[in-house]
């Protein structure tokens, strides 16, 4: 069975604080996604990687980084934590080509940042 | 922008057919459908996905009109758990770029009801 797997499911943090939400897929898929999830929003891509070292922006980077020193693993890194970035944080990952729309989800982070 | 359109809610009787619709009148030849679900605090989760012609998998089946402008996700015998938002999403075959973003709208409420 497929699995993307988070490092927390709820997570609160102070303003100001750097912030590691950890994403591990077993499935030797090539390309990772972190999005966030607000309400009346949708989801929206903050960036993915298709391969290891390689990253691409989303639609909203700003306040994030990304780290992939491994396949299996993608990091996204809230550098300094601000409320605005209170939000669920999902992780997914797909293979490329046809295949590439058909993405896995992990449970998801529900940031809170005071 | 999400280039899809759905109902907001949708009621349906446990053990009944739902049948989902989903109007996408600009979809260019090469975009496929895709449909994904999102159980209450949970990852979405992939349902299905087509070109053109009709597809059936163990959770559900998708039916695109003719003129691929339209399509309904159909789930023969919904249970309870089948509760969630549905999303219905078009996007470009192949990998690269800005074309492994996955774009949810608002999806569709189903409600299974006892």
Redesign the interface.
């Known amino acids: 069975d497929v699995k993307?797997t988070q490092s927390s499911r709820y997570l609160v943090k102070r303003t100001g604080e750097k912030v590691f939400l950890e994403c591990v897929q077993d499935m030797d898929h090539e390309?990772m996604?972190w999005y966030r999830q607000d309400p009346g929003l949708?989801?929206r891509?903050i960036y993915?990687s298709?391969d290891v070292k390689m990253k691409?922006k989303?639609?909203i980077p700003e306040g994030y980084s990304v780290s992939r020193e491994k396949k299996e693993r993608f990091s996204l890194i809230l550098e300094s934590a601000s409320t605005n970035q209170t939000s669920m944080y999902?992780?997914?990952s797909s293979n490329?080509?046809?295949a590439?729309?058909?993405?896995?989800?992990?449970?998801?982070t529900r940031l809170t940042v005071l | 922008d999400a280039k899809t359109t759905q109902p907001t809610s949708m009621d349906c009787a446990e053990g009944r057919a739902a049948n989902l619709p989903c109007n996408h009148s600009t979809i260019s030849g090469n975009e496929y459908v895709y449909w994904y679900r999102q159980i209450h605090s949970q990852g979405p989760q992939y349902i299905i996905h087509g070109l053109k012609n009709n597809e059936t998998n163990e959770m559900a089946s998708l039916i695109i009109t003719e003129d691929r402008k339209s399509s309904t996700l159909i789930l023969p015998h919904a249970t309870l758990r089948d509760t969630a938002v549905y999303y219905c999403i078009v996007r470009v075959a192949g990998y690269g770029g800005s074309q492994g973003n996955l774009i949810f709208g608002k999806g569709t409420k189903l409600s299974v009801k006892p």
């Open positions: 993307v390309n996604f949708g989801l891509l993915f298709y691409e989303g639609d999902l992780c997914a490329p080509g046809l590439l729309g058909t993405q896995y989800f992990g449970p998801g």
